[in-house]
């Protein structure tokens, strides 16, 4: 079965730092990886998805995440945030028609 | 946007009684998923069906049942509610096989 791990539960950067966020994934063959954002009191909004081919994988809000393989991971990355950015994030795997999430990083922004 | 709406949206209930929430779906999406959320576990799928009167269980489907009578409506029933439920319930849908989901607003359940 697959499983995901997501290290940090929360995570505080200045407005305008970069951000990077991780994500390790276990699964015996080609995941199909997602990150999904949560602002408060909302449902869930895809960033972001892994299917096949290039390894970085551009999303919406400027937000970017690279598959490795041998690390096992798909971790987020946004050059720079804005306090619009404060939310939950969420990675997934998919397979067998279903997706297993991660616990989520809480994202706080600080002027 | 997949057209996606739950009803109802907040529900406080008694330790007991049954309870059903309402996923509905204005296309045609063959995969309709039920989640629930707690702090510190993320979403945790309950139920899902890939097909009208098709369903199967997920991680945690103790205490829930579903059912799937035409393609826009998936039901979730609590048959006795508890404490442990109160949650916050999420419905997805997808739109291919590959696993690409998009979600519901949620409904706040309260069991008291």
């Known amino acids: 079965a697959q499983s995901v791990t997501q290290p940090d539960i929360h995570i505080t950067v200045s407005e305008g730092a970069s951000l990077e966020l991780r994500c390790n994934y276990s699964?015996?063959?080609?995941?199909?990886l997602f990150w999904y954002v949560q602002s408060p009191g909302q449902g869930l909004q895809l960033l972001l998805k892994?299917?096949?081919?290039?390894?970085l994988v551009q999303g919406i809000k400027g937000f970017e995440a690279e598959f490795k393989r041998s690390q096992s991971s798909f971790n987020l990355r946004k050059p720079s945030v804005h306090w619009s950015d404060a939310a939950e994030y969420f990675c997934?795997?998919?397979?067998?028609?279903?997706?297993?999430f991660g616990t989520g990083t809480r994202l706080t922004i600080i002027p | 946007d997949a057209g996606i709406t739950q009803s109802p949206r907040h529900k406080v209930t008694e330790t007991g009684t049954p309870v059903t929430l309402r996923c509905h779906q204005t296309?045609?999406?063959?995969?309709m998923y039920w989640y629930r959320q707690d702090p510190g576990h993320g979403l945790r799928l309950i139920h899902y069906?890939?097909?009208?009167?098709?369903?199967d269980k997920g991680e945690v489907s103790d205490g829930y049942s579903v059912s799937r009578s035409k393609t826009e409506d998936f039901l979730l029933t609590l048959e006795s509610a508890t404490s442990s439920q109160t949650s916050v319930y999420f419905c997805?849908?997808?739109?291919?096989?590959?696993?690409?989901?998009?979600f519901g607003p949620g409904t706040r359940l309260t069991v008291l």
């Open positions: 997934a795997v998919g397979a067998n028609e279903k997706l297993t």
């Open positions: 699964y015996g063959a080609t995941p199909y």
């Open positions: 892994y299917f096949s081919g290039d390894t």
């Open positions: 296309e045609n999406h063959r995969y």
């Open positions: 069906s890939y097909g009208v009167k098709d369903t």
């Open positions: 997805a849908l997808a739109r291919s096989q590959n696993n690409e989901q998009f």
